[in-house]
T-cell receptor, first 114, second 113 residues
Framework: DAGVIQSPRHEVTEMGQEVTLRCKPISGHNSLFWYRQTMMRGLELLIYFNNNVPIDDSGMPEDRFSAKMPNASFSTLKIQPSEPRDSAVYFC????????????FGEGSWLTVV | SQQGEEDPQALSIQEGENATMNCSYKTSINNLQWYRQNSGRGLVHLILIRSNEREKHSGRLRVTLDTSKKSSSLLITASRAADTASYFCATSPSTGTASKLTFGTGTRLQVTL
């Protein structure tokens, strides 16, 4: 079975540009998470969807960040405008709510903003 | 903010030795999970222990949970070079959204030949 699929794997962009990260969760999973990982702050939960509805976005850093989940098989995380401090690895993860909360991570999108 | 704090931050051992990592957390939990992350990759789930369990085994992994001390430990026995990775604990809260896992700071394990 395919795991969580993220794209792009790597992106280098200039400050001020819009960045869109994409995620396809595991088929049948009803929860989706976006995490950010940096050396300084570790793994931070940005936003969590359940059945395509945003449940908790308290981790979204600021209004420059937005996330959508238009259907059960696709989600995006957008940063507009991007800043150098947004450089990080962004992970998408999914889970089946009844599975005991085990979550499955994608391979991450490595973002560098210069 | 980080719920879990792993200790030590880094650990270097020789192949065949056992590796023990500890995790402390602050609030009441529904369960605690351990994940592994190889360099440049995503996290992979290893084992889950529920709040009413004290010990759990999976292959060469042994996890203990002490809810009175709000701590857990992960033991990897007979370590292999392939175990080299970062290990994270993650807690699921007993109140609020159980799916909202909070990850610790991680332990970097290096297993040398």
């Amino acid at each position: 079975d395919a795991g969580v699929i993220q794209s792009p794997r790597h992106e280098v962009t200039e400050m001020g540009q819009e960045v869109t990260l994409r995620c396809k969760p595991i088929s049948g999973h009803n929860s989706l998470f976006w995490y950010r990982q940096t050396m300084m702050r570790g793994l931070e939960l940005l936003i969590y969807f359940n059945n395509n509805v945003p449940i908790d976005d308290s981790g979204m850093p600021e209004d420059r960040f937005s996330a959508k989940m238009p259907n059960a098989s696709f989600s995006t995380l957008k940063i507009q405008p991007s800043e150098p401090r947004d450089s990080a690895v962004y992970f998408c993860a999914s889970s089946l709510h009844s599975s005991g909360n085990t979550i499955y991570f994608g391979e991450g999108s490595w973002l560098t903003v210069v | 903010s980080q719920q879990g704090e792993e200790d030590p931050q880094a650990l270097s051992i020789q192949e065949g030795e056992n590796a023990t990592m500890n995790c402390s957390y602050k609030t009441s939990i529904n369960n605690l999970q351990w994940y592994r992350q190889n360099s440049g990759r995503g996290l992979v789930h290893l084992i889950l222990i529920r709040s009413n369990e004290r010990e759990k085994h999976s292959g060469r992994l042994r996890v203990t949970l002490d809810t009175s001390k709000k701590s857990s430990s992960l033991l990897i026995t007979a370590s292999r070079a392939a175990d080299t990775a970062s290990y994270f604990c993650a807690t699921s809260p007993s109140t609020g959204t159980a799916s909202k896992l909070t990850f610790g700071t991680g332990t970097r394990l290096q297993v040398t030949l």
